[in-house]
Every structure is written in C-alpha cells, then in structure tokens.
C-alpha cells in the first residue's frame, strides 16, 4: 500500500467491483480505449482475476486509488508487467491509469502515478518505464509531460496509431517533474 496526500494505493480488490463497473462501463471513459466499454460485472470480475494473476506473477498490477476523503474507490492506477513483445520491447514495465469520469481534472493521475514511478524505480529497481496513449488523448499526455516522460514515436498497435513514451530512471532522479 502506498499513500499521498488525498490517496490510498492499493491492490485491487471484488470489493471495488461496481466502482470499476461505474467507470468502465462509461463510453466516454473508454473512448480512447478500444471504444469498448464493458456492459457487466462479471466482466469486471474477470478483469480483477487477471489483475491477481498479475500481483501473484509479477509482484505488481494496477492498483486500485482510493480518495481517503470518501474511502471511494475512484480509478486505478500503476504498473503493468509486459513479457510479450511490444513496440520492438519485450519484459518492461508500463504505467497505466485510468479515472471515474466524475474524478477527471483534479490531479488524481498525476498524484497517483508519481507515487507509483517512484515504487517503481525505488523498489523494483528498473531503468526506465514507458506509457502508451491514444495520439488524441490530450489529458493523457498532458500528464505524462508532467510526470517528465519523452514523447519517443507513434507505432502501430494492432492497427491503430498509439503513442510510446519513456522515462529513464536516471531523469526521474536528477529532474523533479513540474507541479
């Protein structure tokens, strides 16, 4: 578990099954995401059965973000374990984050994800990590700039144009991202 100021990272749970289902499920949130929202809690449940696999395989996932104002599970965000090729990279970490459309614009992708680079490059003690986003996902990249990911290319991902950045440990370290 990791805490900021306003969150609780933490590994998810059944429990934050209709939290996930109300985000998920919104058009607008997956709009950038395969445009497929998901229509049912089982597949929510099939989602965090993978994500356990992924805790138990690899030490790490995406983590559920809590407000700990209203204990409200509000999104997730972290670290997935790629062992598949990808853009020419294979066993890399990617960060990740998604939102309730109701939390967009506060802060909370910034302040969770900085959490999560820094357990990242402190504790699993990786040289870079990388993010991928829809070339139209202004927000999105608006947050990796303020993270102080490098833009790198636009590649193609299963026929459509996405967007690969990179962080470097050694810039996480020596430059402190903008506020």
Not at 29 to 41: A, D, G, M, Q, R
Request: glycine share 6%; hydrophobic share 35%; proline share 4%.
């Amino acid at each position: 578990m990791i805490e900021t100021e306003r969150l609780i990272l933490r590994e998810l749970e059944y429990t934050d099954k209709n939290d996930l289902f109300e985000m998920d499920s919104d058009p607008e949130v997956h709009l950038y995401i395969e445009n497929n929202p998901v229509k049912t809690i089982d597949e929510i449940q099939k989602a965090i059965k993978i994500l356990k696999k992924q805790y138990d395989e690899n030490g790490i996932a995406r983590w559920a973000v809590v407000n700990k104002l209203t204990n409200e599970c509000i999104g997730w965000s972290g670290l997935k374990y790629f062992n598949q090729p990808l853009n020419n990279h294979n066993n890399f970490y990617e960060l990740g984050y998604r939102f309730k459309k109701k939390h967009w614009g506060k802060g909370f992708a910034t302040e969770s994800s900085r959490a999560i680079l820094d357990f990242g490059f402190k504790n699993l003690n990786v040289e870079q990590i990388f993010a991928i986003t829809d070339p139209r996902n202004e927000s999105s990249k608006k947050v990796l700039a303020k993270l102080g990911f490098d833009f790198i290319e636009t590649f193609d991902y299963e026929g459509d144009p996405t967007d690969w950045f990179e962080l470097k440990k050694t810039t996480w370290e020596n430059k402190k991202p903008n506020p």
